[in-house]
Structure formats: structure tokens, C-alpha cells
């Protein structure tokens, strides 16, 4: 039973203080995580554990990684998201419920087979504010763009530094998410673009993500 499971898995994410908000509660109660798993993993999809991604060498994160970055980032409906590393298409699928009707969801991954995984999860769902792009995220999209585009940008791998271009393509008042570090272990940085353009960031965690491949 696809829908019970996924609400126990939410509900335990909010026992835990994880899931802190009603919107973020509803987008993961929307998203059936086992629609977003490898062929034969579908039975660990409520378990909270990243899942490879056939022989990618990519996993899909664990539920609370989800969670955790969807609670920083607080999207509102409207906002146009840049996603950095599509994988499954899992985090997108959520923040496509998050932004709304009328937002957008952009999410760059780099690997082919991938792009073809995250958009035929993507199509289950219906969700027609959501684009799989193939492409190398590091240099934002439209790649290299000095635009201010994005009132969110999440990167899903792990950065050596913050690439300039996502700077760039933040816009004012804007959030991104970008865990930064080396192979081991990296911390999640939460950079806002204040008023005047200047750049305030924090720590949230300590994270281990995949690495961000790219420019
Ligand atoms: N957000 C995903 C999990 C991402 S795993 C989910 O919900 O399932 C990290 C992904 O980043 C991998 O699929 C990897 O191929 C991709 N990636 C790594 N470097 C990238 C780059 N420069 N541009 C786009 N995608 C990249």
C-alpha cells in the first residue's frame, strides 16, 4: 500500500522535527517515493536511506536529507527553482508541488540515463511545471547566463566551492541550498542574496552527498 507507507514515512519525519511545516508535509504526502526508485528497490522506499541508482554510482537521497533541505529552503508558490543534480527526480517532484500551479521547476543533471529516469518518474505524476534538462547544472540555466532568475536554487552534489554562475542566477531576496566540502564529507551551506545583493551564508549540517562533476 503505496500511500499508507508514504504517510507513515511522513509522519515519522515529523515526529522527529524534521518535516516542520504543513507545505512541506503535503508536497512529500504527494510524492510517492517508490515511483522515484530503481527496479527493485521499490521495497526499501519508505526505509530512510539513500538508494543507488542502478550502476549510475548516483543514489537517490535519504527522505530526511529531502526533507531537511525542502524545510531551508521554505518555497513559496510562484517561485521559479533551479535544481542542481535531477537523479531520480524525486526532490523535483516535491518542489514542483511546492512552488505550484503557477511556479516553476528547472533541474539540470548531467547524466543521460538519469535524465531519461528523473523525466519518465516526472511524467507518473502528471506534474507539467517541471523540466529535466541535460546539461552541466554548475554552470546554471541557460548555462553561464549573469542573470538573476532563481528565487530558489538547490544543488543535490557536492561542491568544492560555490560555482559562480548559481551566484549570479540567484536573484535578491533569494535562497540556495549547496552542500560544500570534499569527497568524504561536506557542510550543507544555506547562501541568501540579501536586498543589496551582498551574501550572508550559514551552516546548516554536516552532509555526504555525490560530488558535483563539471565545470
Ligand atoms: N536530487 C536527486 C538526487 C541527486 S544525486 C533525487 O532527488 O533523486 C546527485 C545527482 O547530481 C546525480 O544524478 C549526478 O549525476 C548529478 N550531477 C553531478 N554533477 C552534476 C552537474 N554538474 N550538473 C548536473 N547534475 C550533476
Redesign the pocket.
Known amino acids: 500500500m503505496r500511500s499508507e507507507e508514504n504517510r507513515r514515512m511522513v509522519e515519522r519525519l515529523e515526529k522527529q522535527g524534521i518535516i516542520k511545516t504543513e507545505a512541506v508535509k503535503k508536497a512529500m504526502l504527494s510524492v510517492p517515493r517508490e515511483l ?1 526508485v530503481w527496479e527493485g528497490y521499490e521495497k526499501l522506499a519508505y526505509e530512510d536511506q539513500p538508494l543507488p ?1 542502478g550502476d ?1 554510482g ?4 535519504a527522505p530526511h536529507m ?1 526533507a531537511i533541505m525542502l524545510e531551508e529552503l521554505n518555497v513559496g508558490e510562484g517561485q521559479i527553482v533551479l ?10 517532484a516535491c518542489l514542483a508541488h511546492l512552488v505550484g500551479k503557477s511556479g516553476r521547476v528547472i ?5 543521460g540515463e ?1 535524465v531519461q529516469f ?1 523525466r519518465r518518474n516526472i511524467n507518473k505524476l502528471l506534474l507539467n511545471n517541471v523540466e529535466i534538462i541535460h ?5 546554471g540555466y541557460p548555462p553561464r547566463l549573469e542573470q538573476e532568475i532563481y528565487d530558489r536554487i ?1 544543488v ?2 557536492a561542491a568544492q566551492s560555490i560555482p559562480r554562475f548559481l551566484i549570479s542566477q540567484l536573484k535578491r531576496k533569494g535562497v540556495m541550498l549547496i552542500p560544500v566540502g570534499d569527497m568524504q564529507m561536506q557542510v550543507l551551506m544555506k547562501v541568501s542574496k540579501e536586498a543589496d545583493g551582498s551574501l550572508k551564508t550559514r551552516n546548516i549540517c554536516d552532509v555526504v ?7
Open positions: 522515484f541508482l549510475t548516483q543514489t537517490i537521497s529531502v535544481e542542481v543534480g535531477a537523479g531520480s527526480g524525486y526532490n523535483a533541474s539540470v543533471e548531467v547524466n538519469l528523473a546539461g552541466d547544472g554548475s554552470l538547490v543535490t552534489a552527498f555525490v560530488p558535483l562533476v563539471g565545470a
